[in-house]
């Protein structure tokens, strides 16, 4: 069974750097996607980065020049660099891959890890 496990996360000042990270952990044959979420209280999720196995990526233009997105393909894992963050990037992160197990790629969440940018 796959599981999303995410990290990191928490209460910081606007302007502030925070870094969350997600890892993948059960039978993996191949992860193709992996991209970071967000949802805000009253608003539907909403895509924040993505980023393919070749390391291109793609943003939000919300968070372009502010946020970088990483993965480790060895260890399957991904990780999202949020910098001069703003009290309207509070919200649920929610890590997610394209994940192949056995035959078929199927899409998984993470559990979700509360980021609140607040003075």
């Known amino acids: 069974q796959v599981q999303l496990v995410e990290s990191g996360g928490g209460l910081v000042q606007p302007g502030a750097s925070l870094s969350v990270s997600c890892a993948a952990s059960?039978?993996?044959?191949?992860?193709?996607?992996m991209g970071w979420y967000r949802q805000a209280p009253g608003k539907q999720r909403e895509l924040v980065a993505t980023?393919?196995?070749?390391?291109?990526?793609n943003y939000a233009d919300s968070v372009k020049g502010r946020f970088t997105i990483s993965r480790d393909n060895a260890k399957n894992t991904v990780n999202l660099q949020m910098n001069s963050l703003k009290p309207e990037d509070t919200a649920v992160y929610y890590c997610?891959?394209?994940?192949?197990?056995?035959?078929?790629?199927?899409?998984?969440w993470g559990q979700g890890t509360q980021v609140t940018v607040s003075s």
């Open positions: 059960g039978s993996i044959a191949s992860i193709t996607v």
């Open positions: 980023i393919t196995p070749g390391g291109t990526t």
């Open positions: 997610n891959m394209i994940i192949r197990a056995l035959t078929v790629y199927q899409n998984y």
